[in-house]
Protein backbone atom coordinates (compact mmCIF):
# COMPACT_ATOMS: atom_id res chain seq x y z
CA UNK A 1 0.00 0.00 0.00
CA UNK A 2 1.00 3.50 -0.59
CA UNK A 3 2.70 5.59 1.98
CA UNK A 4 -1.27 7.80 2.18
CA UNK A 5 -2.18 9.95 5.67
CA UNK A 6 -5.41 10.87 6.18
CA UNK A 7 -5.98 14.33 8.19
CA UNK A 8 -8.50 16.89 8.95
CA UNK A 9 -8.77 20.07 6.97
CA UNK A 10 -9.25 23.22 7.57
CA UNK A 11 -7.55 25.13 4.49
CA UNK A 12 -10.51 26.42 2.22
CA UNK A 13 -8.37 26.70 -0.50
CA UNK A 14 -6.97 23.28 -0.50
CA UNK A 15 -10.36 21.62 -0.10
CA UNK A 16 -12.03 24.05 -2.97
CA UNK A 17 -8.98 22.84 -5.12
CA UNK A 18 -9.47 19.00 -4.51
CA UNK A 19 -13.54 19.68 -5.79
CA UNK A 20 -11.71 21.25 -8.69
CA UNK A 21 -9.71 18.53 -9.30
CA UNK A 22 -12.56 15.33 -9.64
CA UNK A 23 -14.25 14.10 -12.49
CA UNK A 24 -17.46 13.50 -10.39
CA UNK A 25 -18.62 15.99 -7.42
CA UNK A 26 -21.20 18.06 -6.55
CA UNK A 27 -22.06 21.07 -4.61
CA UNK A 28 -22.74 18.69 -1.29
CA UNK A 29 -18.99 18.48 -0.66
CA UNK A 30 -17.84 22.01 -1.22
CA UNK A 31 -16.39 23.68 1.63
CA UNK A 32 -19.86 26.10 1.57
CA UNK A 33 -21.58 22.98 2.33
CA UNK A 34 -20.01 21.88 5.39
CA UNK A 35 -20.47 25.54 7.01
CA UNK A 36 -24.06 25.19 6.27
CA UNK A 37 -24.09 22.07 7.71
CA UNK A 38 -22.36 23.22 10.47
CA UNK A 39 -24.88 26.65 11.29
CA UNK A 40 -27.66 23.58 11.89
CA UNK A 41 -25.71 21.92 14.29
CA UNK A 42 -24.54 19.25 13.05
CA UNK A 43 -20.64 17.47 13.99
CA UNK A 44 -19.22 17.73 10.59
CA UNK A 45 -15.49 17.23 9.59
CA UNK A 46 -13.27 17.21 6.25
CA UNK A 47 -11.06 14.64 6.35
CA UNK A 48 -8.04 14.58 3.42
CA UNK A 49 -6.11 12.21 2.21
CA UNK A 50 -2.51 13.45 1.19
CA UNK A 51 0.38 12.09 -0.24
CA UNK A 52 3.07 13.89 1.01
CA UNK A 53 1.74 17.63 0.49
CA UNK A 54 -0.66 17.27 -1.90
CA UNK A 55 -4.55 16.46 -0.94
CA UNK A 56 -5.83 13.89 -3.18
CA UNK A 57 -8.78 12.82 -1.64
CA UNK A 58 -11.60 13.43 0.93
CA UNK A 59 -14.65 13.41 2.09
CA UNK A 60 -17.28 15.64 3.92
CA UNK A 61 -18.84 13.66 6.93
CA UNK A 62 -21.89 14.80 8.89
CA UNK A 63 -23.26 13.00 12.33
CA UNK A 64 -26.56 12.31 11.88
CA UNK A 65 -29.19 11.58 14.22
CA UNK A 66 -31.48 8.31 13.24
CA UNK A 67 -33.56 8.36 17.14
CA UNK A 68 -33.66 10.41 19.60
CA UNK A 69 -36.98 9.09 21.55
CA UNK A 70 -37.30 7.16 25.06
CA UNK A 71 -33.45 7.91 26.10
CA UNK A 72 -32.38 6.91 22.81
CA UNK A 73 -29.67 8.56 21.03
CA UNK A 74 -28.64 7.01 18.06
CA UNK A 75 -26.24 8.32 15.11
CA UNK A 76 -25.51 7.35 11.86
CA UNK A 77 -22.24 9.37 9.87
CA UNK A 78 -23.09 10.52 6.23
CA UNK A 79 -21.00 11.47 3.12
CA UNK A 80 -23.15 13.08 0.92
CA UNK A 81 -22.05 12.97 -2.44
CA UNK A 82 -18.58 11.58 -1.65
CA UNK A 83 -15.64 10.77 -1.44
CA UNK A 84 -14.07 12.72 -3.64
CA UNK A 85 -11.04 11.78 -5.53
CA UNK A 86 -8.57 13.67 -7.73
CA UNK A 87 -8.29 12.26 -11.31
CA UNK A 88 -4.66 11.59 -11.20
CA UNK A 89 -5.72 9.32 -8.57
CA UNK A 90 -8.67 7.94 -9.88
CA UNK A 91 -7.37 4.18 -10.64
CA UNK A 92 -6.83 3.69 -7.11
CA UNK A 93 -10.27 5.17 -5.62
CA UNK A 94 -10.63 1.42 -4.11
CA UNK A 95 -7.44 2.05 -2.34
CA UNK A 96 -8.15 5.84 -1.41
CA UNK A 97 -11.73 4.26 -0.37
CA UNK A 98 -10.01 1.41 1.91
CA UNK A 99 -7.65 4.10 3.47
CA UNK A 100 -10.33 6.90 4.39
CA UNK A 101 -12.52 3.59 6.38
CA UNK A 102 -9.79 2.48 8.15
CA UNK A 103 -9.28 5.88 9.36
CA UNK A 104 -13.30 6.35 10.03
CA UNK A 105 -13.49 3.18 11.94
CA UNK A 106 -10.48 4.19 14.28
CA UNK A 107 -11.45 7.69 14.71
CA UNK A 108 -14.96 7.10 15.51
CA UNK A 109 -13.98 4.05 17.65
CA UNK A 110 -15.02 4.97 20.55
CA UNK A 111 -18.50 6.45 19.52
CA UNK A 112 -21.00 3.79 20.80
CA UNK A 113 -23.74 6.15 19.32
CA UNK A 114 -22.98 5.41 16.08
CA UNK A 115 -25.10 2.46 14.31
CA UNK A 116 -23.54 2.81 10.62
CA UNK A 117 -21.54 4.78 7.61
CA UNK A 118 -23.77 5.86 4.71
CA UNK A 119 -22.00 7.33 1.51
CA UNK A 120 -23.60 8.55 -1.12
CA UNK A 121 -20.88 8.42 -3.96
CA UNK A 122 -21.12 10.75 -6.90
CA UNK A 123 -19.49 8.08 -8.80
CA UNK A 124 -21.23 6.57 -12.21
CA UNK A 125 -23.37 3.13 -11.57
CA UNK A 126 -20.51 0.88 -13.36
CA UNK A 127 -19.76 -2.56 -12.93
CA UNK A 128 -16.33 -1.81 -11.56
CA UNK A 129 -17.38 1.03 -9.28
CA UNK A 130 -20.39 -1.34 -7.33
CA UNK A 131 -17.84 -4.05 -6.87
CA UNK A 132 -15.56 -1.52 -5.19
CA UNK A 133 -18.11 -0.75 -2.48
CA UNK A 134 -19.31 -4.72 -2.21
CA UNK A 135 -15.88 -5.52 -2.10
CA UNK A 136 -15.79 -2.83 0.91
CA UNK A 137 -18.47 -4.88 3.05
CA UNK A 138 -20.65 -2.19 1.87
CA UNK A 139 -24.60 -2.96 1.19
CA UNK A 140 -27.51 -1.29 -0.72
CA UNK A 141 -29.06 1.26 1.60
CA UNK A 142 -32.96 1.17 2.09
CA UNK A 143 -33.27 4.79 1.58
CA UNK A 144 -31.26 7.52 -0.78
CA UNK A 145 -30.83 10.93 1.01
CA UNK A 146 -29.23 13.04 -1.89
CA UNK A 147 -30.13 11.68 -4.99
CA UNK A 148 -28.66 8.48 -7.14
CA UNK A 149 -30.56 9.73 -10.57
CA UNK A 150 -30.06 13.08 -11.55
CA UNK A 151 -30.77 14.73 -15.45
CA UNK A 152 -28.46 17.13 -16.77
CA UNK A 153 -28.14 19.51 -19.91
CA UNK A 154 -25.13 20.61 -21.40
CA UNK A 155 -25.52 23.87 -21.41
CA UNK A 156 -22.11 24.90 -23.76
CA UNK A 157 -24.24 25.31 -26.37
CA UNK A 158 -26.11 28.05 -27.67
CA UNK A 159 -29.36 29.52 -26.54
CA UNK A 160 -31.04 28.58 -30.29
CA UNK A 161 -29.74 24.90 -29.83
CA UNK A 162 -30.87 24.54 -26.38
CA UNK A 163 -34.17 25.52 -27.45
CA UNK A 164 -34.62 23.25 -30.52
CA UNK A 165 -33.04 20.14 -27.97
CA UNK A 166 -35.79 20.83 -26.19
CA UNK A 167 -39.92 19.14 -26.38
CA UNK A 168 -42.21 20.91 -28.10
CA UNK A 169 -44.09 22.01 -25.56
CA UNK A 170 -41.58 22.85 -23.39
CA UNK A 171 -39.97 25.41 -25.93
CA UNK A 172 -43.74 26.48 -26.77
CA UNK A 173 -44.48 27.12 -23.01
CA UNK A 174 -40.97 29.26 -22.56
CA UNK A 175 -41.52 31.23 -25.55
CA UNK A 176 -45.17 32.13 -24.41
CA UNK A 177 -43.86 33.19 -20.50
CA UNK A 178 -41.70 35.22 -22.20
CA UNK A 179 -44.40 37.29 -24.56
CA UNK A 180 -46.64 37.60 -21.22
CA UNK A 181 -46.44 41.13 -20.05
CA UNK A 182 -48.09 40.16 -16.67
CA UNK A 183 -45.22 37.56 -15.85
CA UNK A 184 -41.90 38.61 -14.49
CA UNK A 185 -39.21 36.73 -13.38
CA UNK A 186 -37.24 38.16 -10.23
CA UNK A 187 -34.33 36.51 -9.08
CA UNK A 188 -32.29 37.63 -5.91
CA UNK A 189 -30.99 35.83 -2.14
CA UNK A 190 -32.47 38.41 0.44
CA UNK A 191 -35.31 37.68 2.58
CA UNK A 192 -37.58 38.82 0.63
CA UNK A 193 -36.59 36.46 -2.13
CA UNK A 194 -36.83 33.50 0.60
CA UNK A 195 -39.94 34.52 2.03
CA UNK A 196 -41.74 34.16 -1.38
CA UNK A 197 -39.93 30.87 -2.26
CA UNK A 198 -40.85 29.81 1.20
CA UNK A 199 -44.49 30.70 1.03
CA UNK A 200 -44.79 28.55 -2.11
CA UNK A 201 -42.62 26.00 -0.56
CA UNK A 202 -45.34 25.11 2.30
CA UNK A 203 -47.88 25.12 -0.42
CA UNK A 204 -45.93 22.72 -2.57
CA UNK A 205 -45.38 20.34 0.51
CA UNK A 206 -48.86 20.36 1.61
CA UNK A 207 -49.84 19.78 -1.79
CA UNK A 208 -47.67 16.48 -2.52
CA UNK A 209 -47.96 15.91 1.45
CA UNK A 210 -43.77 14.95 0.71
CA UNK A 211 -40.73 14.78 3.16
CA UNK A 212 -39.81 18.52 3.44
CA UNK A 213 -36.72 20.39 4.60
CA UNK A 214 -37.21 22.39 7.99
CA UNK A 215 -37.51 26.40 7.18
CA UNK A 216 -34.34 26.67 9.41
CA UNK A 217 -32.08 24.29 7.22
CA UNK A 218 -33.19 26.59 4.01
CA UNK A 219 -32.51 29.50 5.79
CA UNK A 220 -29.13 28.41 6.76
CA UNK A 221 -28.35 27.02 3.07
CA UNK A 222 -29.22 30.03 1.70
CA UNK A 223 -27.36 32.51 4.09
CA UNK A 224 -24.36 30.43 3.95
CA UNK A 225 -24.05 30.12 0.10
CA UNK A 226 -24.74 33.31 -0.57
CA UNK A 227 -21.35 34.59 1.23
CA UNK A 228 -19.39 33.18 -1.91
CA UNK A 229 -22.07 34.14 -4.51
CA UNK A 230 -23.14 30.41 -4.83
CA UNK A 231 -26.70 30.95 -5.15
CA UNK A 232 -30.05 32.85 -6.20
CA UNK A 233 -33.95 32.20 -5.83
CA UNK A 234 -35.56 32.85 -9.01
CA UNK A 235 -39.52 34.11 -7.99
CA UNK A 236 -42.66 34.04 -10.96
CA UNK A 237 -44.83 36.37 -10.42
CA UNK A 238 -48.21 37.23 -12.08
CA UNK A 239 -50.08 40.40 -11.93
CA UNK A 240 -47.51 40.72 -8.44
CA UNK A 241 -48.50 37.42 -7.32
CA UNK A 242 -46.09 34.59 -6.75
CA UNK A 243 -46.61 31.71 -8.63
CA UNK A 244 -43.38 29.75 -9.24
CA UNK A 245 -40.04 29.82 -7.48
CA UNK A 246 -36.60 27.74 -7.53
CA UNK A 247 -33.70 27.69 -5.68
CA UNK A 248 -30.26 27.44 -7.97
CA UNK A 249 -26.75 26.78 -6.81
CA UNK A 250 -23.96 27.53 -8.65
CA UNK A 251 -20.71 25.52 -7.91
CA UNK A 252 -17.60 25.53 -10.14
CA UNK A 253 -19.19 25.84 -13.54
CA UNK A 254 -22.38 24.07 -12.79
CA UNK A 255 -25.53 25.48 -11.50
CA UNK A 256 -28.25 22.93 -9.39
CA UNK A 257 -31.82 22.89 -9.34
CA UNK A 258 -31.77 22.43 -5.74
CA UNK A 259 -35.55 23.32 -4.55
CA UNK A 260 -38.28 24.24 -6.49
CA UNK A 261 -42.26 25.63 -5.34
CA UNK A 262 -44.93 26.00 -6.76
CA UNK A 263 -49.25 27.91 -5.98
CA UNK A 264 -51.71 25.37 -5.93
CA UNK A 265 -53.11 27.01 -8.93
CA UNK A 266 -51.04 28.08 -11.90
CA UNK A 267 -53.07 31.07 -14.03
CA UNK A 268 -53.49 29.40 -17.56
CA UNK A 269 -50.73 31.32 -20.30
CA UNK A 270 -48.31 31.67 -17.61
CA UNK A 271 -46.04 28.92 -17.24
CA UNK A 272 -44.22 30.72 -14.45
CA UNK A 273 -42.28 26.87 -13.33
CA UNK A 274 -40.82 26.97 -17.46
CA UNK A 275 -39.79 30.29 -17.89
CA UNK A 276 -37.49 30.12 -14.50
CA UNK A 277 -35.66 27.16 -15.42
CA UNK A 278 -35.09 29.21 -18.66
CA UNK A 279 -33.78 32.24 -16.98
CA UNK A 280 -32.07 30.13 -14.42
CA UNK A 281 -29.99 28.20 -17.81
CA UNK A 282 -29.36 31.61 -19.00
CA UNK A 283 -28.05 33.17 -15.87
CA UNK A 284 -25.71 29.71 -15.30
CA UNK A 285 -24.29 30.90 -18.82
CA UNK A 286 -23.93 33.86 -18.06
CA UNK A 287 -21.73 32.79 -15.09
CA UNK A 288 -19.62 30.63 -17.20
CA UNK A 289 -21.42 27.13 -16.49
CA UNK A 290 -21.43 24.29 -19.12
CA UNK A 291 -24.21 22.48 -17.19
CA UNK A 292 -27.44 22.70 -15.96
CA UNK A 293 -28.49 19.60 -13.48
CA UNK A 294 -32.01 19.23 -12.85
CA UNK A 295 -30.92 17.09 -9.73
CA UNK A 296 -33.33 13.92 -8.88
CA UNK A 297 -35.36 12.25 -11.12
CA UNK A 298 -37.13 8.73 -10.62
CA UNK A 299 -35.05 5.78 -11.03
CA UNK A 300 -37.52 3.84 -12.56
CA UNK A 301 -39.32 6.30 -14.88
CA UNK A 302 -41.60 3.27 -16.37
CA UNK A 303 -43.25 3.21 -12.65
CA UNK A 304 -46.49 5.28 -13.05
CA UNK A 305 -47.35 6.28 -9.80
CA UNK A 306 -43.74 7.27 -8.76
CA UNK A 307 -43.39 10.25 -6.56
CA UNK A 308 -41.02 11.90 -8.37
CA UNK A 309 -42.81 11.07 -12.02
CA UNK A 310 -44.25 14.37 -12.84
CA UNK A 311 -41.58 16.02 -11.64
CA UNK A 312 -39.16 13.49 -13.97
CA UNK A 313 -41.57 14.42 -17.11
CA UNK A 314 -40.74 18.31 -16.64
CA UNK A 315 -36.95 18.02 -15.93
CA UNK A 316 -36.77 15.63 -19.16
CA UNK A 317 -38.82 18.45 -21.02
CA UNK A 318 -35.60 20.31 -21.42
CA UNK A 319 -33.76 17.92 -23.34
CA UNK A 320 -30.60 16.36 -22.03
CA UNK A 321 -29.09 13.10 -20.32
CA UNK A 322 -29.68 11.34 -17.39
CA UNK A 323 -26.87 10.54 -15.01
CA UNK A 324 -27.07 7.63 -12.57
CA UNK A 325 -24.74 6.88 -9.44
CA UNK A 326 -23.94 4.14 -7.47
CA UNK A 327 -27.02 3.06 -4.97
CA UNK A 328 -26.42 5.00 -1.57
CA UNK A 329 -24.39 2.33 0.30
CA UNK A 330 -24.58 1.36 4.19
CA UNK A 331 -21.72 0.32 5.95
CA UNK A 332 -22.88 -1.62 8.90
CA UNK A 333 -20.96 -1.21 12.41
CA UNK A 334 -23.46 -2.06 15.01
CA UNK A 335 -26.57 -4.37 15.36
CA UNK A 336 -28.83 -1.05 15.55
CA UNK A 337 -28.36 -0.60 12.40
CA UNK A 338 -31.46 -2.88 11.78
CA UNK A 339 -34.57 -1.05 13.41
CA UNK A 340 -33.46 1.76 11.02
CA UNK A 341 -33.08 -0.39 8.24
CA UNK A 342 -37.10 -1.32 8.42
CA UNK A 343 -38.30 1.54 8.97
CA UNK A 344 -36.87 3.54 5.87
CA UNK A 345 -37.80 0.19 3.78
CA UNK A 346 -41.22 0.64 4.70
CA UNK A 347 -40.86 4.99 4.20
CA UNK A 348 -40.09 4.34 0.94
CA UNK A 349 -42.31 2.07 -0.24
CA UNK A 350 -44.85 4.92 1.48
CA UNK A 351 -43.65 7.21 -0.42
CA UNK A 352 -43.86 5.47 -3.95
CA UNK A 353 -39.92 6.59 -4.21
Not at 105 to 110: S, T, V
Request: proline share 3%; with cysteine; net charge positive.
Amino acid sequence: MSDFFVSEIADKNKWEELNRNCFNKTFMQSWSSKEWRRSLGQKVWLFGILDKDQLIAGALIAKMPIIHKYGLKKFFLFIPHGPLIHKDYWSIREELLNTLLSYLREFFKNDTSISFLRVAPPWLREKENIKIFKDSAFRNAPMFIVPEVTWCLDISLSEEELLRGMRKTTRYLIRQGSKNQSLKIEKGCDSEALDAFLSLYKKTVNRHDFHAFSLNYLKKELECLRQNNEILIFNAYYREQPIASAMIIFYQGVAYYHQGASANHQPKGAPGSYLIQWRAIQEAKARGCSLYNFWGIADQEEKLNHAYRGLTLFKKGFGGFRRDYVFNQDLIWRMSYWPNYLIEKLRRRRRNL
